[in-house]
């Protein structure tokens, strides 16, 4: 029996492998007035001429200073000052330590990180060499290490150097971060790994059904047996109502799925009914050995899942389908057409909201609204990479499948808490497939890039924040719905808690089914889906706040709620 043993660093997550740039240069311009009383300080009577077109009194005149100099009263003055108090923000706010969960250094054949595409031994063990590779450019940063890093296959790696890039609003990457990931030997990791058993073997499970049938009534009692399980609970226990769900405000409120998933949704002369195509129930893979090591070798190309046809979403295979295939903020894109179409309210803070003569379009309107969707998702994956390939580098749960595949038929001796060894879901995927390994919901397993945290987590963290700042959270949805069972059609939902069912909540919602939909396809861990939806928040928030200085209205901010319950003010 093969035994691991522990090294000494190879490497640690705590270096600053991106530098400090010396934004003091920038600092040193900033000018000391604030906007407000800079505007303050220009005569509205003055008139400029451009080309013999008269243009509005706007920033054109201006006192002296005391050394006998003029402030430039250009717009593009303004603009400048505007980048660059926003700099001068972003520059204090503190770099906070950027720190592992240690399992890099502590395993010398890597067994606790991700290495998914790079070359592996028999058993799965990644080559050494190769991930030190990987450490070279994760540490050094030029684009020359990452091209030589040794590939196992024809897979790519998924940009690892996106995370290095800078962005010109919001806080900086670097300047964001999120805790340890749970260790590979702690009872956390091995409780998320229960569930992602669980989550497998209950695929087709109707969500309506949970704790009414066999399979998630054994997940049930298995989760309250766990050392550690830091998924929801009722009163210190797990219930059907508690059942693969968030831990937001308002998840546990009404059906398992987001309103948002099911309302139609119109798309200017386009209607849309939320029917989509589903995959083939009873139809998992990489549940063979053979077929495992190529994935992890990044040996392509894989198969396509079989599509079964069309549905309303109404079971963990249909949301893994979701999740697979949607476009970048296509969730949220939906809900706020929803909303700007069926008489949501908006945000309180919404200047427009008591003028009388005017409606908001590319400020605090549609527009608006629609176009920061798009802004805030890039930027929250880019602040993703940075936590994936150059502070993190978390295995994924299909690769922790193959430690416990090995273990439990004694090919090698994997440090794994017992927690999982001893549940029954390994047990019941041996009797169904044939092995202890993960049955994943795609042929190809997993994206080529680490699992901590989650993208689709941080997208659903920055979007859903950025709907809240918009929306009023308060405002109730009318007539909710449920899919039926077979996905033909949807049905009222008459719960005793339809009429709490809420704009802030469902949002809440909209963001845990869409980051746990990954789990339920078995690419991720719930503390992937937890800490990327807070990253991302961070993310819509240092934004928001970027952009409230370039507004002309009279503007007092958003408020709404975080994802902690707490309520902020940007």
Known sequence: MRKTKANEPIGDAKDQLNGDLDARDLARHAVSVSRRSFLGRISASSAAAVAGVELPPLLVSAPAKADGGAVDPSRRARSYQIRVEAAGAQLNIPTPDQINNGDERRYDNFIGNYSQGLPHNSIGEVVASAYRALLTAVHSGRSSDFANIPLGGNAKLAGPQGGLAFDLEGTDSGQLTIPPSPALASAERAGEMVEDYWMALARDVPFSQYGNEPITAAAIADLNNLTVFKGPKANGEVTANTLFRGLRPGDRTGPYLSQFFLLPVSLGTLSVAQIYNTYAPGKDYLTDFTSWLAVQNGQGPFAANVISGTSYLKSG?????????????????????????????????????????????QTFGGQHILDLLGEVSNRALKAMWYQKWFVHRALRPIAYGGLVHNTLTRTADYPIH???????????????????????AYPEGNPQHPSYGEGHGVIAGACVTALKAFFNESFVIPNPVVASDDGKSLLPYTGSDAGQITVGGELNKLANNIALGRDLAGVHWRSDAEQALLLGEAVAIGILRDQRSTYNEPFGGFTFTKFDGATITV
């Open 317 to 361: 295979r249909d949301l893994g389908a979701w999740v697979h295939t949607d476009i970048t903020f296509q969730a949220y894109l939906c809900a706020a057409q929803w909303l700007l179409t069926h008489g949501a309210t908006l945000n309180p803070g919404n200047p427009y909201l008591s003028m009388k003569n005017q409606a908001g379009v």
């Open 418 to 440: 017992s927690d999982v060894l001893n549940s029954s879901a390994p047990a019941r995927v041996f009797s169904k497939h044939g092995s202890y390994l993960l049955p994943a």
